[in-house]
Nanobody, 115 residues
Framework: QVQLVESGGGLVQAGGSLRLSCAAS????????MGWYRQAPGKQRELVAT???????NYADSVKGRFTISRDNAKNTVYLQMSSLKPEDTAVYYC?????????WGQGTQVTVSS
């Protein structure tokens, strides 16, 4: 079955960095658009960044210039490098794989940024 497993979350001080990873199995990873989303307490889940099968990227305005999404098709893994973290980046971060009408989600990893 399809599994997306996120890792790399944790507690970090404002201004710090974290790298999230999402390892996929059960799909032909290279043909999927991969994305990172986040959900803060009491808020709706929102897009953070996506990367297509061809490597095109898209970012939420709130993270442009601070976050970088990348993928390693040989490892079936997508990454989110987060720098200059702010307390408002605190959320559960989810990985999503999508292709046409198919979409799969990971279980999420908590990122907490202290001020």
């Amino acid at each position: 079955q399809v599994q997306l497993v996120e890792s790399g979350g944790g507690l970090v001080q404002a201004g710090g960095s974290l790298r999230l990873s999402c390892a996929a199995s059960g799909i032909i990873f290279s043909i999927y658009t991969m994305g990172w989303y986040r959900q803060a307490p009491g808020k709706q889940r929102e897009l953070v960044a996506t990367i297509t099968s061809g490597g095109s990227t898209n970012y939420a305005d709130s993270v442009k210039g601070r976050f970088t999404i990348s993928r390693d098709n040989a490892k079936n893994t997508v990454y989110l490098q987060m720098s200059s973290l702010k307390p408002e980046d605190t959320a559960v971060y989810y990985c999503k794989a999508s292709k046409f009408v198919l979409e799969y989600w990971g279980q999420g990893t908590q990122v907490t940024v202290s001020s």
